[in-house]
Every structure is written in C-alpha cells, then in structure tokens.
C-alpha cells in the first residue's frame, strides 16, 4: 500500500525512485564501495529507500536508528545496538550464527534470542564490529551496518574515530549512513575538516530529492488507485501545492483521504505535519535561547525565497536594530545545516512549506 504510514520494506509499496535505489542497491553489494551516505530532508523516504534496498538483496544487516536514541550518550547507542541485534537475529541465519561467539565481547550477553549489553563504554561497539567483520570474513563476506539519522551519533566521543576504523580495517563490513541534517552530517563526515576522523574517505553519496509536481499527483492517483477512491485534478492540484513534493506529507494527505473528504484529509495532513515540524523546530531552538526571536522571523519572513540581503534587511527593520553580518551568516548557515533551509543560487527558501506554518504561531 503506497499509503502505508509505516517506513516501507517492499518496493511494491515504494513508489518511484529507482535510480536511487538501483544506485543503493549496487553500491551495497559491491566489493569497492566501503561507505554510502543517504542525503536528503526530512521524510523524503532515505529510511525507506534504504529498508527497501536491504530488503531486495537479503545481505544481513544492522541497523542503528539515531533518531530514537533522543540525546545520544554511548549508552542509548549500546541499547539500540542491542535492540538492533535481537532483531538481526529474528531474520538471519547468520546473526543467528554469530550469536554463539558474540560474548567474546565483555560486555554483550545472551539470553535466547535476545542480545543483553550490560558494558558502557563504546570499545564494546568497536569490539562488536571487529568481532562482526571477521565473523562475516568466514561466513557471507558481507554484512552492512546502518546509522540512520547518523547526524546526531556526532554527540557520542569517539563515535567517528570508530567508524573510520571500521571504514579502514573492517572490509566485509559496509557502512550506510542517512540523514536529514545535511550540514551536520557532513560534520561527521569530516568534510572540509583535515582534523576530523573520517576526513578524505571516499564515500558514494546518494541524494534523495522531492518528487517533482507530476509525480507528486500520480503518487497520489496510483495510491487512490489501490484503495479504490475517487479524486478528482483540482484536489490533488491543491495537495500538491500545498506540500510539494514531500513524500512524507503526500503520504498522510492520502492517508486521510481514504477516511475524510478532501478538504478535512488536507487539513489534518497539514496541521499533523506542522506540529511534527514544530517540534523539531523547537527542539533546534532550545539550545539556541537567545537567538530564538531571531531565528523565528528569518522563518517568518521566508514566505518566498530571499537572498541574503533581503533577510538581513527584513530582519533588522522587524526587531528594529543593526545585526552583524557574521551573526546573520551564522544563523543562515545553521537553519541550513539542520535541513530547515535550502540555498538555491542566491536565494533562501524554506525547505518544508509546513515550517512556515509551524511558526506562525511560535513566539
Ligand atoms: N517512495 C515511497 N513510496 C511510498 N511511500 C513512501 C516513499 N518514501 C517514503 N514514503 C512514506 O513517507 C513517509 C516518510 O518516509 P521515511 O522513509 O520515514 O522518510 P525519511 O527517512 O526520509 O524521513 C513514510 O510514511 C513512508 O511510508
Ligand atoms: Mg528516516
């Protein structure tokens, strides 16, 4: 079902997209590529491309879902790789294997099928991996370990030394990493940056784009289409408008659609879709208090795309007084980094049309 609300597994329910797929694919099960890294805003489908991907190839997999560690410490990390494991082994023989030798590693347990950390330092991780990468080296010779929403793991000390040993040493181990904040990840790739861990890698990079307006309604037709509903043009015309492109947001539009009439389906669609948006905003700003205000109208006054000097004008004549060019710079840069702006030529543009919404009435 296209308008499944869950991150897709199958490619029958995953509409469109083949090249980055294909692209995924190939570079997944290949003996070159040590590292792939999965681009793009928030709910455009990474998770779901690369779900899709691992799940047409059957490689065994582990699979670290940063976004549901909250603030993440090395011990939310060890959780979710135990959480992760138990989960490998449900589906593969061969962490079903691996497991008889993963207590080689002080600090992992088991018990049944489940994988119990009881260690709390991250040489646990490295020494799991390790661990992994031989054991793969008897076995299947490949094995893929992915960081999704890797962005936030750049809070873990350490983290990214791991990941270039493993990157270095750990051949049957290939890493796949996603994320939304597109600056920040490139923070932990180390780019630009000759001091950082990762820095030099070659890595394939996959970005995933909105769907443009004509594949945004024949999603919207063909998932109508299965469950059976009419629609007519001038309603998905207005959909589409109204949250371009973004798969995610087409998803909940259809969603409701099946239950609700059209007017009500887009409205929840919108207004579901805005508090997700402002939560995240929200989340961003409490670490940046006292720039709040200023933060919130750059968003505010992005209605249509600026340049530079538009916001920095707009922005001075609403909280009436002189800002530094360099903190204007910084905020830009940030509400880029994060994935709430896009920079396109010299314009800036809101990279969610819902972030204008959950502003509105944020103060
Ligand atoms: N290609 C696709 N076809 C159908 N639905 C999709 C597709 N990509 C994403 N979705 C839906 O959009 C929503 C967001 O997808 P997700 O993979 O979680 O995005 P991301 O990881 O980029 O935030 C989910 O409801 C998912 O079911
Ligand atoms: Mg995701």
Redesign the pocket.
């Known amino acids: 079902m ?7 597994e199958r490619r029958e ?5 083949d090249k980055e797929l294909e692209l995924l694919k190939r570079a997944m099960n290949d003996d070159i590529t040590r590292m792939i890294v999965i681009k ?13 991907a691992l799940n047409e190839l059957k490689i065994p997999y582990v699979l670290i879902d940063a976004r549901l560690l909250g603030v993440a410490s090395v011990e939310d990390l060890l959780s979710a790789l135990a959480t992760a494991l138990t989960d490998a082994i449900k589906k593969f023989d061969f962490f079903r294997k691996l497991r008889s030798v993963l207590t080689r590693v002080s600090g992992i347990g088991v018990a049944g099928l489940s994988v119990i950390i009881s260690g709390k330092k991250l040489s646990v991780f490295a020494e799991f991996i390790n661990l992994l990468n031989e054991f793969a080296e008897k076995e299947t010779k490949r094995v893929v370990m992915v960081f ?2 890797a962005q936030d793991l750049r809070m873990i000390r350490g983290f990214e030394k791991v990941l270039a040993h493993v990157y270095d040493y750990c051949k049957n181990v290939k890493i796949v990493i ?1 994320g ?1 904040e597109v600056g920040v990840l490139d923070r932990l790739l180390g780019k630009n940056n000759p001091k950082a861990p990762l820095y030099g890698r070659a890595y394939l990079e996959i970005p ?1 784009n909105r769907l443009d307006a004509e594949s945004s309604k024949e ?1 919207l037709r063909r ?1 109508f289409e299965q469950l059976g509903v009419k629609v007519d043009d001038k309603d998905l015309n207005e959909a589409v408008a109204k949250l371009d492109g973004i ?6 539009y259809g969603y409701y659609r099946y239950h609700y009439g059209h007017e009500e389906a887009l409205r929840r669609a919108v207004s579901e879709g805005t508090s997700i948006v402002r939560r995240e905003l929200e989340n961003f700003l409490s670490i940046r208090r006292q720039a709040r205000r200023r933060y919130l109208t750059i968003i505010k006054l992005l209605r249509e795309p600026l340049s530079w000097s538009e916001i920095k004008r707009g922005l001075e004549l609403e909280l009436g007084m002189k800002i530094h060019q360099q903190q204007i710079s910084r905020y830009l840069r940030e509400l880029v980094d994060y994935g709430f702006l896009e920079k396109h030529g010299n314009l800036y543009k809101l990279a969610d049309p819902l972030l204008y919404e959950a502003v509105k009435s944020l103060k």
């Open positions: 296209l308008f499944d609300l869950n991150v897709k329910d995953f509409f469109n997209y793009g805003i928030r709910r455009i489908g990474k998770s779901s491309l690369i779900r899709v999704d929403e996603a939304s995933m999603f998932g798969i995610g947001w087409l998803t909940f």
